[in-house]
């Protein structure tokens, strides 16, 4: 079948890099021949739509093995990244985008293309990120016809010289993860054909874009409108302050763990029969054991809240409705995965999402309550605490009064 065509495949899918583009590309082509002749899809229209989607689902169930072929593009990421932080002065004056020149609100300009720039890497297939490439360009040029057209200007229309040094400018903006392994496994698995036509140009240019910083000399920018002076000292200031935020971050992860350790939870009664068990078992009660048995004894009343389904909340009032249509007919609970069909995926997909949204309503209303249940625990506690405290002053002054 179909399936189990797919899984022969990815389990022996080549480990060298154009060894394994070339076999996704031409088992890509021959399903989706395969495709067209097939029962299920007699009466339907099989255009690129769904070729697209066959493409997306291949891809991304052989991410972890591209992006391993892909390795060394993955460890140049975090060097781009690097250079990206130090390079955050640029400016398009320095990058001599004139119609940007006076644009004070520039971040907003740039927002849209920047956005659909950081969505490069989440797509799958060389197609999807490409497409993305293709929105990072007319979005740009969007942004540079508009501000075009504010200026008292008779050039009304971008052209190459305005679009790459803004493409530079959004990758310094948005600062991408993953740019470089993203470019680089276009240009590794793509199609001849997906890099024809605009898509292919729009991938060229955000290729030259990446190409510019990668490229840029530290020392002496040449290519950019600035004093080589100027440029070392912008360019130590944003280093040292990129050190100071990495620092800051890493202090800031290490104060939350040293207080979730530290943390002292609602005070709670230990039971005596749990002391005396204890300390026949050897172990020193104190303060630092009292947290260990109450830290265990909220897990266990978690799994016992698990296990024994949810309350019903104060009041008698009952849980949520579940979403309209939420049957517990589950059709596929003894079906084997290599006899699943093709023709049965939209309902499995149906049954799926239904189970998830479903889950995800009753855990977040447990969370709810759970925390609720807590705050209450927690105000009686002090509350006793306080009732108690009281007494003793009371007497304390009688004694006084009666001395």
């Known amino acids: 079948s179909l399936v189990s065509g797919m899984k022969r495949f990815l389990r022996n899918l080549p480990e060298a890099q154009d060894e394994m583009a070339s076999a996704l590309r031409s088992y890509l082509s021959s399903t989706f021949e395969s495709l067209k002749s097939n029962v299920a899809w007699k009466n339907r229209a099989v255009d690129d739509s769904v070729k697209h989607a066959l493409e997306s689902f291949i891809y991304g169930h052989c991410r972890a093995k591209i992006e391993t ?18 390079l955050q002065f640029i400016t398009s ?27 490069v890497y989440a797509f799958h297939s060389p197609f999807e990120k490409l497409q993305r490439a293709l929105k990072v360009y007319r979005c740009i040029n969007t942004a540079l016809s508009t501000a075009l057209s504010k200026k008292d200007s008779t050039k009304r229309m ?13 990758i310094l903006r948005s600062k991408p993860p993953r740019l470089v392994s993203s470019l680089r496994m276009i240009e590794v698995f793509s199609s001849p054909e997906y890099l024809r036509g605009e898509a292919g140009y729009a991938y060229t240019n955000l290729y030259g874009a990446f190409r510019f910083l990668q490229d840029l000399n530290m020392d002496n920018p040449e290519s950019l409108s600035i004093n080589p002076d100027d440029f070392r000292r912008e360019l130590q200031q944003c280093r040292t302050a990129a050190k100071a ?11 939350n ?30 303060i630092n054991w009292a947290k260990k048995w109450q830290s265990e004894s909220e897990v266990e009343s978690t799994v016992e809240t698990l296990s024994t389904g949810i309350d019903q909340p104060e009041g008698g009032d009952s849980l949520p409705d579940l979403l309209p249509g939420f049957s517990r007919s589950y059709s596929y609970m003894v079906t084997r995965p290599e006899d699943i069909r093709v023709t049965d995926l939209p309902q499995l997909l149906s049954e799926y999402r239904m189970l998830v949204h479903s889950t995800e309503q009753l855990l977040g209303e447990r969370s709810t309550r759970q925390a609720t249940e807590r705050k209450q625990r927690f105000a009686a ?21 009666t001395a």
Do not use: W
């Open 381 to 401: 506690t002090q509350s006793a605490l306080l009732a108690r405290a009281s007494k003793v002053d009371l007497s304390t002054r009688k004694k006084k009064g």
């Open 245 to 255: 935020r990495l620092e800051q971050a890493t202090v800031s992860v290490e104060t």
């Open 93 to 119: 004056t320095h990058l001599e985008i004139e119609c940007l020149d006076d644009e004070r609100n520039i971040d907003e300009i740039l927002q849209e293309s920047g956005d659909a720039l950081l969505s």
């Open 158 to 170: 971008p052209s190459a010289d305005d679009v790459l040094p803004t493409l530079i400018l959004t």
């Open 69 to 86: 072929v892909l390795k060394d593009a993955v460890q140049e990421d975090k060097k781009f990244l690097e250079r990206l932080d130090s």
């Open 257 to 286: 763990e040293a207080k979730k350790k530290d943390a002292v939870l609602f005070p709670i009664n230990i039971p005596v029969r749990e002391v005396r068990a204890a300390r026949l078992r050897g172990e020193s009660v104190d």
